[in-house]
């Protein structure tokens, strides 16, 4: 009977073990290391401007970002993330028109993003420093 519940208690921790080390942590979203707030320094066609911008994470899916006060309009755009990469698909806020792509690497989240009112069009590189 002794013998039973000692190969009962290794089978019991073998078992164990083997499930604990099959556990693996849920990996990260890659959209985490973009949300943040960032000192935007921009330069356009029609001149330069410094701001901040908000990242936030959208709950339109997990691979998609909300981008507050990009060109310094008091707006929303949404963005689609892949690795270290953003896509903003062409969408219309109030009236204006805004593309664009964007990377980050490290700290900096580089834009480059196009606006339109639909005559006149603006294009933009803006370099973001994560605070």
């Known amino acids: 009977m002794t013998k039973s519940l000692i190969r009962f208690s290794i089978f019991a921790v073998v078992c164990s073990l083997f499930f604990i080390s099959s556990c693996k942590k849920d990996e990260e979203l890659d959209r985490v290391k973009f949300i943040g707030t960032y000192?935007?320094?921009?330069?356009?066609?029609?001149?330069?401007?410094?701001?901040?911008?908000?990242?936030?994470?959208?709950?339109?899916?997990d691979d998609k970002i909300v981008i507050s006060n990009l060109y310094a309009f008091p707006g929303t755009l949404v963005a689609s993330v892949?690795?270290?990469?953003?896509?903003?698909?062409?969408?219309?806020?109030?009236?204006?028109?805004?593309?664009?792509?964007?990377?980050?690497?490290?700290?900096?989240?580089?834009?480059?993003?196009?606006?339109?009112d639909g005559s006149n069009a603006d294009n933009c590189t803006s370099i973001c420093t994560k605070k």
Do not use: K, R
């Open 39 to 61: 000192g935007a320094v921009e330069t356009c066609n029609s001149g330069n401007d410094s701001y901040d911008i908000v990242i936030t994470a959208s709950s339109t899916g």
């Open 82 to 116: 892949s690795g270290n990469n953003i896509t903003i698909a062409s969408q219309a806020v109030q009236n204006i028109t805004y593309s664009g792509s964007g990377s980050l690497n490290g700290n900096t989240l580089t834009i480059s993003f196009s606006v339109t």
